[in-house]
């Protein structure tokens, strides 16, 4: 949240009207846009109110939210939700996110890679790669929930329910056909003449791949990373079947038997609400254009 | 919002021009391929066949022929879960497209300030279902959520305990995570509109609405048939939120396809009838994607500049 109030001080000084560039691009829009302005404004309002809620309620005390008004900044903050959230083995919960959202990007995002790299490059000479395109586009319309009880039967059938691999390994399958549809579309757009001279040079397509490829293709890499990372750091339906115990579970499912058990300490769950999801704020802090490229995956471009 | 299907899929072959040594890296593609199949392929094909089986989630898998598929559509439930279904998809779209649509006009403008509603109008984005069902659910508690601390009557109604206001709340969560998406998607259509469009019609003497209906729709065709695609197969996907949120409750009320196949698999353990669920799922699913792909026209390489 560090970054939307250090903006908000920067904007006070910037130009609210249109500046040139503004006309030169701002899809001819001369004058203000009520209808527009108006959903975008009240939109803020509905989109600020209640994450201001989560916040200030995580901080208050349990008599004190009952007592109080919702709205009402806490009289005494108190970090006592937070200890008793940190204190439930969050940081196993955490662990467990980050194990399976590293353990699953990674190899998702450097496969893909490779098939998206031989598909462009060498798919008119092998139907075997022709295939695999077409497969890997099919795959596109597939719901990963539709699939979910096979799965499940799998994970029994390879002694791997209730461990943290049952959950990596399906999230790479489903992250592999987007993944390597949008490297695809990328490195189709590096030279060719580039790859030529790195044949001429004599290196063979395994080096291309990682030295030439591979760094030109590095914005859409992390696009990729971030899309399929965020997607399975929240992701809820494979954690909730194929893992049972509470040593294995990861923060969504963890938020949710938390809520079970505590429903009724409101705070101590918007505390739970925050911690979980500061993993990721911190990110949108740091890298925000990237993560925004990430979320809609070039859509907006 | 996993496996949608995005909009433009360019299968261009690629152009063979590095020669002979090129179909030796084949193997390059096996990695994905074998991971996808035994955990893509294999599933949707399975899913198939348990449908055609009896099996208790823990046990051994008995055949039993068309035993699931009877149960299934003799159900009335299943109509329910599927008019469910289609009321969650039809009511977050016709909310979420004019919405997501004007917000995205707006935030199209250079202005600074816009960049920062843009930057705060994400931060749903970034949270799960589960912290998103979660947190609506205590907001909206009769007895202690935002309604009853303000003294608000109306806003302290029982959201998530009857039937057609659950299916409302379900609606607007979704729109309150997915608008800004939308709204993003929209932004960067509007911004690739030519401004010599706008100005042609300034000189013709067009007002602001005309200039919004003849220009600024046409031109966005694409993109509202991307934006919709992504929101009508993504409403199939709503199982975390609701889950959480209602469970599929009060009754039945929010109990849409994939919750019902959650439901019938692994808490009622009929995995067979469950099974046939999700082929039913994956159908409506590549249903819905065809008929997107043809609403558009399948020609989507046809100018968008057309009556320049």
């Known amino acids: 949240m560090a970054t939307l109030t250090t903006d908000t001080g ?75 959230v940190i204190e439930s083995e969050f940081a196993r919960y955490l662990t467990n996110s980050i194990i399976v959202t590293v353990g699953s990007v990674v190899p998702a995002v450097l496969v893909s890679f490779m098939a998206a790299y031989a598909i462009v490059r060498a798919s008119a000479g092998s139907r075997f790669l022709r295939w695999t395109n077409v497969l890997f586009l099919m795959g596109l319309a597939i719901p990963l929930q539709a699939t979910i009880i096979p799965v499940y039967l799998i994970i029994i ?7 943290l ?29 580039l790859f030529e001279s790195m044949r001429m040079d004599g290196a063979t397509e395994w080096r291309t791949l990682w030295h030439l490829a591979f760094p030109l293709t590095r914005p859409a ?25 509470p040593e294995q579970r990861t923060l969504p499912l963890a938020l949710w038997t938390f809520q079970g058990e505590y429903g009724v300490n409101v705070p101590a769950v918007l505390a ?19 993560l925004l490229s990430g979320l809609t995956l070039g859509f907006g471009k | 919002m996993t496996g949608l299907a995005p909009p433009a899929v360019r299968v261009r072959p690629a152009t063979g021009s590095t020669g002979g040594r090129s179909g030796s890296i084949g193997w390059m593609a096996l990695p994905a391929l074998t991971i996808f199949v035994a955990f893509g392929v294999v599933p949707l094909a399975g899913v198939l066949l348990l449908s055609f089986t009896r099996w208790d989630g823990i046990g051994a898998i008995h055949p039993a022929g068309l035993d699931s598929w009877r149960t299934v559509l003799t159900d009335p439930g299943l109509p329910h879960a599927l008019w469910v279904t289609f009321l969650v998809m039809a ?17 199209a403008g250079r202005q600074r300030y816009r960049e920062i509603l843009a930057i705060v109008y994400v931060v749903p984005l970034l949270l799960s279902s589960a912290a998103l069902a979660i947190t609506y659910k205590a907001l909206l508690d009769p007895n202690f ?29 979704v729109s309150w995570q997915f608008i800004p998406f939308h709204a993003l998607i929209y932004q960067g259509g509007v911004r690739q509109i030519p401004v010599a469009l706008y100005e042609a019609a300034q000189i013709d003497g067009a007002g602001r609405l005309r200039q919004f209906f003849s220009i600024t729709l046409p031109q966005l065709k694409y993109t509202i048939i991307t934006s919709s695609t992504l929101m009508v197969v993504g409403s199939l996907t709503f199982f975390d939120l609701i889950f959480v949120l209602t469970e599929g409750g009060p009754g039945d009320a929010t109990r849409v396809l994939a919750l019902d196949m959650y439901k019938r698999g692994f808490q009622a353990n009929l995995m067979g009838p469950a099974s046939a669920i999700a082929v039913i799922l994956v159908l409506v699913g590549l249903a819905l994607a065809l008929l997107l792909r043809r609403l558009g026209g399948r020609d989507a390489s046809a100018s968008q500049q057309e009556g320049m």
Do not use: H
């Not at chain 1, 916040?55 to 008793?84: F, G, H, M």
């Not at chain 1, 739970?272 to 990237?290: C, F, H, K, M, N």
């Open chain 1, 10 to 84: 920067r904007a006070a000084d910037a130009p609210t009207g249109q500046g040139p560039r503004g006309r030169a691009r701002g899809a001819g829009i001369g004058r203000f846009n009520w209808p527009g302005g108006l959903a975008g404004w009240v939109w803020l309002v509905i989109v600020v109110v209640p994450l201001y809620w989560i916040v200030i309620t995580s901080l208050k005390e349990r008599s004190s939210y009952y007592a109080q008004n919702p709205l009402a900044p806490p009289s005494d903050p108190t970090l006592e939700n937070y200890r008793l």
């Open chain 1, 157 to 163: 059938r390879l002694q791997m329910y209730d461990t």
């Open chain 1, 165 to 193: 691999l049952a959950i990596i390994l399906p999230s790479i399958a489903f992250a592999v056909p987007l993944s390597v549809l949008v490297l695809a579309n990328f490195i189709r757009d590096v030279p060719k003449e």
């Open chain 1, 221 to 245: 890499l992390v696009t990729v990373s971030i899309y399929n990372g965020l997607s399975i750091w929240n992701g809820f339906l494979l954690p909730l079947i194929l893992t049972q115990s």
């Open chain 1, 272 to 290: 739970s609400v925050v911690l979980a999801t500061l993993p990721i704020l911190v990110l949108y802090a740091l890298g925000r254009r990237q």
């Open chain 2, 91 to 107: 009511l977050s779209w016709a909310f979420q497209t004019p919405m997501s649509l004007l917000m995205g006009v707006f935030l």
């Open chain 2, 145 to 173: 959520g935002l309604g009853a601390g303000l003294g608000f009557s109306f806003l302290a109604q029982d959201w998530l305990g009857r039937g057609t206001l659950a299916l409302g709340v379900v609606v607007f969560v």
